[in-house]
């Protein structure tokens, strides 16, 4: 294990690589090494093998549009008062980033619209083999019109930079809702059923391999379910009309209050970088 990593590791709050279940059934503190190993080899913080076409765009580059049908921009109907639903748009209507980008700043489709500074629309690599989506923004995000931009972002971008992925460079962030919730509430369900069109787009545009939903909400409206995160995390789920991959994990704001569940959300991680790089798990 290089030095850098065992300091990213230790930034995470986890003292050592190597599996606490598996190093006690492994033995020697070499084999404990070797398994470690196995599970997640070296290269796993180098940049990931060209499996998708080179990293053109980092955070805000513009891409050329992947195939998704183009259609006009959706004649989207606002909102009448706080909370109402409105029918989702169809998929791929939005055809590009630019209609997409420029439907979402101007959305009135729910009432958080009264309250936002400005919307969060995302950030990331827009050909991201990993999507990243969290339950929606918070003050600082409202402020800056970036996700995970405060003390949560900072232990995420660690967590990421742990299995060798980046919002610069191969992930794409991005929220259930974009606008703040007030007072940081949780997002309510017909919230995000009227930005489920957004990230639908969104996803439709990046085709990644593998979505994460961080924490119990965002997990809970994606999957429209109201189980508990215990059952959540865990399992493969699959998500949307191209039935992406998704796999749930904890929100890392719960992390900075719960540091004793990082080391389960060092399993996660490493099933998150297994599933990516089709490592059987
Ligand atoms: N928490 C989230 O779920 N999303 C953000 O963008 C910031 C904090």
């Not at 030095?3 to 492994?26: C, E, M, N, S, Y």
């Not at 919002?167 to 489920?196: Q, S």
Request: charged share 20%; glycine share 8%; aromatic share 4%.
């Amino acid at each position: 294990m290089t030095a850098a990593r065992k300091r990213r590791l230790a930034r995470l709050g986890i003292d050592v690589w190597v599996q606490r279940d598996v190093a006690a059934a492994a033995g020697t503190a070499a084999e404990r090494d070797a398994t470690a190993t196995a599970v997640v080899p070296e290269t796993a913080v180098a940049p990931n093998p060209p499996t998708r076409p080179p990293a053109a765009a980092a955070s805000g580059a513009v891409v050329p549009a992947p195939p998704v049908a183009v259609a006009p921009a959706p004649d989207l109907p606002t909102v009448a008062g706080p909370g109402a639903v409105i029918a989702a748009a169809p998929i791929g209507a939005f055809g590009d980033w630019a209609p997409l980008e420029a439907a979402v700043a101007a959305c009135t489709r729910c009432g958080l619209c009264a309250t936002r500074t400005q919307t969060v629309f995302g950030t990331g690599a827009r050909d991201a083999p990993l999507m990243i989506v969290g339950e929606g923004p918070g003050a600082d995000e409202d402020a800056s019109g970036l996700p995970f931009v405060g003390r949560a972002g900072k232990l995420l971008d660690e967590m990421l930079a742990s299995i060798g992925h980046s919002r610069e460079r191969n992930v794409f962030i991005a929220n259930v809702v974009k606008c703040r919730p007030p007072a940081n509430r949780d997002p309510a369900t017909d919230e995000a059923e009227a930005c489920r069109p957004y990230l639908e787009a969104q996803i439709a545009l990046i085709q990644p391999k593998l979505i994460v939903a961080l924490g119990r909400i965002a997990a809970q409206r994606l999957l429209a379910t109201d189980q508990p995160l215990a059952r959540l995390r865990g399992p493969l789920h699959h998500y949307g009309p191209g039935q992406t991959p998704l796999l749930v994990t904890y929100h890392p704001a719960y992390l900075l209050r719960s540091p004793r569940e990082k080391a389960k959300s060092w399993q996660d991680l490493k099933g998150i970088w297994q599933r990516i790089n089709g490592v059987p798990g």
